[in-house]
Structure formats: C-alpha cells, structure tokens
C-alpha cells in the first residue's frame, strides 16, 4: 500500500529485485522522511497521479529539472524515483539559508542535498557535478524561484551545463496542483486540501549540445509537458487563483509574473544594502 491515492502509468514501478539489480544504499534517515511525509499526505487526503516513471534511469547520475510553482515541489519531485523501486535518491540543490537553519540544516545534511551559496557557485557546481558522476540523481529548479504565474519560467543554464560536465541526461519532471496547497502570496491551505496532484517524468534529454541550446530544448520539452499535464488534470476554474491567466484562471500573466519577481528582487537588494551599507551588492 503506498499510503494517499496514486494512479500509476503501465510499467511505471519497473522490476524491484531483478536478478543481479544493485538497490540504492539503505539511508535510515531519508527512509524515515520518505515514510513521515506520506503519512502527511495521508492525513491531508492527497490524489496523486505519476506517470512516464519509466523514464528515469535505473542506473548512473541524472540530472532531475522540475517546473517550480510549490514550496512542496521539492518532496513531491522525489516520488517517480520512489515509485521505481530501486533504492534511488533525489539530492536536491537548495540554497545555503536552508542549510545554516539549525534544525533544517543538519537534516539537509543528512538526506546529502547540496548547499547552493551564491557566494560560491562554483563549489555548489563542483559538488553537484561530483554526485552525478558518482550515479546520483540530483534535483535542480531551472526556473530558480516560484513561478507566480504557473506557467514555465525562464532557464538558468545550470542544469545544461551540470548535465555535460558529468556526461548524464537531463529527466524533465512537471509537478502540478502542488500550487493549491501551498505557493508564493497565498495562504498555506495545509490540514485537509484533498487536492489531486500530477506528476509526470518526460523523456530524458542528453547533453549533445551546448549549454544555450541544450537549456532552449529542455525549456521546449518542460513547456510541452506542463500543457500535456494542464490537459490530462480537469477542470481549471475560471477566476482560481492556482489556475494560469491562459487557462481562464486568476494567476498574473508571465509578463506580470516577471515584473513583481524584479520589483521583489529590488526590495531585498534594497533592504540588504541597507543593513549592510559598506557591503558591494551581490
């Protein structure tokens, strides 16, 4: 029993003791946050439907890119791998005010997450890089922040370049609905949403080519993939402030989206000026 409701796509879970199949190694305390956090969803009466699991590589590193429109996106990215059977892990890269937190911190340790310091982004890199080469997977947002407007964000190149400096695919996941529970400027909506929540892992995509065009190709493939999910979800109230000002709904316009994500970013280079006034901006 996988504990809320899930509705899985033919082959999804895959062999789980193939002759000869090497499982991930037994983490304890990952193992406990996996079985805490479907005990949550339990409670909170979550659908969720998964589909394409049989997508991820069963083997060797992989860079997961998941669409951001949740601040649960991060534990909802991690169920195709679970649903595998394999043992397989998600290490996602998180920034570092998440690892100095005294209790979220060490625990981020524990579970092998990567700290994201803007202020050394090339040891984030190096470090990610070294856990794909390793055979990890590792979860990145390529969008950077929360999507305001439920649509696809522009890319950072990050995850194009981490995929052709470890050689490994790229696996395209689009969560949706996580957005109805909790999401940037709404209310959290925690004790009983019974929301259903899509996931869908796409076709990976290999680094054969340069970092822009392999990030342009990857953004096409996402975009595809969230109308594919929008499609398959049901209904979208007009006027519901989850649903994308394209489907009817009360989200802002991508435009719009991008203006209030400027006019934040200079609040807080404002405020940070302002407390530290002899410190360069960053």
Same mark, same amino acid.
């Given at each position: 029993? #996988? %504990?809320?409701?899930?509705?899985? @796509? ?7 003791r193939a002759g000869g199949t090497r499982l991930g190694r037994v983490e304890p305390v990952y193992g406990t $946050?996996?079985?805490?956090?479907? #005990?949550?969803?339990? /409670? ?7 589909? %394409?699991? *049989? ?23 991690? /169920? ?16 570092? *005010? ?9 625990l981020m340790r524990k579970l092998r997450h990567i700290e994201v310091d803007r202020a050394s982004g090339a040891?984030?890199?190096?470090? +990610? ?12 947002? &390529? ?5 305001? @407007? ?6 950072? @190149?990050? +995850? ?10 790229? $696996? ?12 940037? %400027?709404? &209310? ?5 949403p019974k929301v259903p929540i899509s996931i869908a892992v796409g076709e990976p995509i290999y680094p054969t080519?340069?970092? +822009? ?26 006027? *519901?402030?989850?649903? &994308?000002?394209?489907? %009817?709904?009360? +989200? ?11 006019? *934040? ?18």
């Amino acid at each position: 029993m #996988l %504990g809320p409701e899930f509705s899985v @796509s033919p082959g999804a879970l895959g062999p789980r003791r193939a002759g000869g199949t090497r499982l991930g190694r037994v983490e304890p305390v990952y193992g406990t $946050v996996i079985q805490a956090a479907r #005990l949550v969803w339990r /409670l909170q009466g979550l659908k969720f439907t998964v589909t %394409g699991v *049989e997508n991820l590589p069963v083997t060797g590193g992989a860079v997961i890119a998941v669409n951001h429109t949740s601040y649960f996106d991060f534990t909802f990215a991690g /169920l195709p791998a679970y649903q595998q059977g394999r043992g397989r892990k998600v290490r996602f890269m998180a920034k570092k *005010e998440v690892f100095d937190h005294k209790i979220g911190g060490p625990l981020m340790r524990k579970l092998r997450h990567i700290e994201v310091d803007r202020a050394s982004g090339a040891d984030s890199f190096a470090a +990610a890089c070294a856990a794909l080469k390793a055979g990890e997977l590792v979860g990145v947002y &390529p969008e950077a922040t929360i999507s305001r @407007s439920f649509e696809i964000k522009g890319f950072k @190149s990050g +995850a194009a370049r981490m995929a052709i400096a470890a050689d490994v695919p790229i $696996v395209p996941h689009i969560i949706w609905g996580a957005q109805r529970v909790w999401t940037k %400027g709404h &209310p959290r909506n925690m004790r009983r949403p019974k929301v259903p929540i899509s996931i869908a892992v796409g076709e990976p995509i290999y680094p054969t080519l340069p970092p +822009a065009e392999l990030t342009e190709l990857l953004h096409h493939r996402m975009q595809h993939l969230l109308e594919k999910v929008q499609d398959a979800y049901g209904p979208h109230p007009k006027g *519901e402030f989850w649903v &994308p000002h394209r489907l %009817g709904g009360g +989200a802002p316009t991508l435009a719009e989206a991008n203006r209030m994500d400027m006019e *934040e970013a200079a609040q807080k280079a404002a405020k940070r000026a302002a407390e530290r006034p002899g410190e360069a901006p960053a």
